[in-house]
């Protein structure tokens, strides 16, 4: 990866993220990947598309529509299947090394495809990612890497800043396949008041901490989808409840399964 654009950036990005970071629970990194490597993510996303997919667990292929190939919303946990995705998440990349300034000691989890079709590509609900993943202390961060133009229309990023100062919310389960918590008290004033929507060009990134509070809209275009790659990584610290995650996400799967939507 030899953005030289942005290697000559480093160090004032360096200089400045971080304090961002930790004041709004998120920053915007525009052009941070050049578009050949955009456009090389995207071969390795389609041939992981083609030649991955048909032989992973039905729980690690999302659609809206399960009948409907295009409607193909996410793909978690791609590191486990792959070794290209397992180097881009895990290697020594610029993710990992823009991971481990932010969050001094970072263990890559999960690398995921988050795509919205068009039409039907359903909202993000109101979340933490921190609430996902059943650890303590709660710190670590998001990376989500646009590969094409996300906006108002087919489902932009809302965060709201400073959001993560002020602890976990509480969440309940939602019926929304890829988000199954969303926050239950979503929309005081606090939220309201802070909440920012943010397009995107593919090649940005946008990188929150685990306690902002986030979400998307829908995708209301005709044709244009909205593909972004998920990048998360936890304090390599943290206590995880191991047992309590794995057997949410066995039942998750379950549940998933009886209604027909994996
Ligand atoms: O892409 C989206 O709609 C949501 C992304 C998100 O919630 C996340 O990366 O944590």
């Known amino acids: 990866m030899g953005n030289v654009e942005f290697r000559a950036q480093w160090e004032d990005v360096a200089n400045g993220v971080k304090a961002t970071f930790d004041e709004h629970g998120y920053v915007v990194l525009r052009g941070f990947l050049s578009s050949d490597e955009v456009a090389e993510a995207r071969r390795e996303l389609d041939r992981y598309i083609a030649d991955v997919i048909p032989n992973i667990p039905v729980d690690c292929v999302f659609y809206e529509d399960k009948d409907d190939l295009a409607t193909l919303k996410q793909l978690p946990n791609m590191q486990d299947h792959d070794a290209y995705f397992e180097n881009m998440l895990r290697g020594d990349t610029r993710f990992y090394r823009l991971a481990e300034l932010l969050v001094d000691g970072v263990v890559g989890r999960n690398l995921q495809l988050l795509r919205k079709p068009p039409a039907v590509g359903l909202p993000t609900p109101p ?32 965060y709201v800043n400073g959001s993560h100062k002020l602890g976990l919310r509480p969440h309940s389960r939602t019926q929304t396949l890829g988000f199954s918590q969303g926050i239950t008290d979503y929309g005081n004033a606090y939220d309201l008041e802070h909440e920012q929507m943010y397009t995107a060009e593919p090649g940005d990134l946008l990188v929150h901490h685990a306690l902002t509070v986030h979400r998307a809209d829908g995708n209301k275009s005709v044709d244009r989808p909205r593909a972004a790659l ?3 990584y936890l304090w390599d610290q943290v206590e995880e409840n191991a047992e309590g995650l794995a057997a949410y996400r066995e039942q998750l799967a379950a549940d998933w399964l009886k209604q027909g939507k994996i």
């Open 230 to 232: 998920g990048f998360v």
């Open 127 to 158: 979340h933490q990612d921190g609430y996902y993943y059943m650890v303590q202390p709660v710190e670590g961060l998001t990376m989500w890497l646009g590969l094409d133009v996300a906006d108002e229309e087919n489902g932009g990023l809302r």
